[in-house]
């Protein structure tokens, strides 16, 4: 064998290996798209229920530069001007509120236009990029370790802490469903067997 017919035998194993790397590959993307769009749209836990409601209790002072922005079409329920609970703007001395009051969490995400029906996880998207890479589901990626190996972490801290609270809080969330994980194998059978049929 010649040191030409060495390397494109190896060159072979290469372009093999690749081929067989792609169902796996293209199984966790497309799973990793699912489960984000399930939990932080759908909000849904691993066990198919809702994640659960957003507190309506507990009273609040934002400060509006420190919020999200307020949704296009919620603007007029904002946080601005700023307000006392008693609906003043300013305090007896003169001095003009620097936070808002509002009812409850839930009141908030509604005054800046963010969804309110049930938990999703989302207020200003950093957990959701922190934790896919990605600023919509559709783009979710883990991270690569080697071809038969991908993590789906949270690199700040921070995210990776208020996590573990909302699963003490919620119950699991980041499982997989069952649907998920059919969904997974599914698409690693379909994709090997597309391979196989175009060798």
């Not at 836990?45 to 409601?53: E, L, M, R, V």
């Amino acid at each position: 064998m010649t040191i030409d017919e060495y390397i494109a035998k190896i060159d072979r194993k290469f372009q093999y290996r690749e081929q067989l790397v792609k169902p796996f590959t293209t199984a966790v993307l497309s799973t990793v798209a699912k489960q984000a769009k399930r939990i932080f749209s759908d909000g849904i836990k691993s066990n198919g229920s809702d994640i659960g409601q957003y507190d309506t209790k507990r009273p609040l002072y934002i400060n509006p530069n420190e919020s999200p922005r307020a949704g296009a079409t919620r603007v007029s329920q904002g946080l601005h001007p700023t307000q006392g609970k008693h609906g003043d703007h300013t305090f007896k001395n003169g001095k003009v509120h620097k936070t808002t009051y509002v009812n409850n969490y839930k009141d908030l995400r509604n005054r800046i236009g963010r969804r309110i029906d049930k938990v999703n996880l989302t207020l200003t998207n950093d957990m959701f990029s922190d934790l896919c890479n990605a600023q919509s589901p559709s783009k979710a990626a883990p991270d690569r370790i080697s071809d038969a190996e991908y993590h789906l972490k949270f690199k700040r801290t921070h995210n990776a802490e208020k996590w573990e609270g909302l699963e003490k809080k919620y119950g699991k969330i980041g499982d997989l469903t069952a649907q998920e994980k059919e969904a997974f194998f599914k698409s690693i059978d379909f994709n090997f067997r597309k391979y196989l049929s175009e060798l």
